[in-house]
């Protein structure tokens, strides 16, 4: 009996299997919380996962220490894409951030990684809090790589003492 004829009952059986993959909605991986995720409602609805958490209260930090978490905070997210993307992006931006601006990347940093990432790169739409914004702009800008750098993690030491005032 030929290779061949043993292969073709297991083709025949994984056809069915394949089509239905084919027909899922445009997007094969559905983020949790997406319009697109049969299997989990969205978190106003409620759900097994429970609502997103809320930020932490940080009134009263000073702006080295927000500099600093948001340092720690962009390299440390969880998921190497947006770790590399926003990373760099603090290195080349927060130094030169406002109050302002960094409560506004602050606020970004709450959102889900792979939402951050997809904005950034323009695969999926931003929501209108942020659609319109010039740190997603700049974001944006920074993710289109125009100068075509090589990027790499910063260090985490040396880009936190870049951050503190020079005297």
Same mark, same amino acid.
Do not use: C
């Given at each position: ?12 059986? %994984?056809?069915?299997?394949? !089509?239905?993959?084919?027909? *899922?909605?445009? +997007?094969?991986?559905?983020?949790? &919380?997406?319009?697109? /995720?049969?299997?989990?409602?969205s978190p106003s609805q409620g759900d097994s996962l429970g609502p997103m958490p ?15 978490? %948001?340092?720690?905070?962009? !390299?440390?997210?969880?998921? *190497?894409?947006? +770790?590399?993307?926003?990373?760099? &992006?603090?290195?080349? /931006? ?41 740190? *997603? ?31």
């Amino acid at each position: 009996m030929s290779l061949l004829r043993l292969a073709r009952p297991v083709q025949r059986s %994984l056809r069915p299997l394949t !089509r239905s993959i084919v027909s *899922l909605a445009d +997007d094969p991986f559905p983020l949790p &919380f997406s319009p697109n /995720n049969p299997s989990l409602a969205s978190p106003s609805q409620g759900d097994s996962l429970g609502p997103m958490p809320q930020p932490i209260d940080r009134t009263g930090e000073s702006l080295n220490a927000k500099r600093a978490r %948001l340092v720690y905070q962009s !390299r440390k997210r969880g998921i *190497l894409e947006t +770790d590399l993307l926003l990373s760099t &992006f603090a290195k080349d /931006n927060l130094s030169s951030m406002t109050l302002e601006e960094l409560d506004q990347y602050d606020k970004l940093l709450d959102e889900p990684d792979w939402d951050i990432f997809y904005w950034s790169l323009e695969r999926k739409p931003a929501p209108e809090r942020w659609a319109n914004t010039t740190l *997603l702009a700049k974001l944006r800008k920074h993710a289109r790589n125009e100068e075509k750098t090589a990027r790499r993690m910063p260090e985490l030491k040396a880009h936190a003492e870049s951050l503190l005032p020079r005297d």
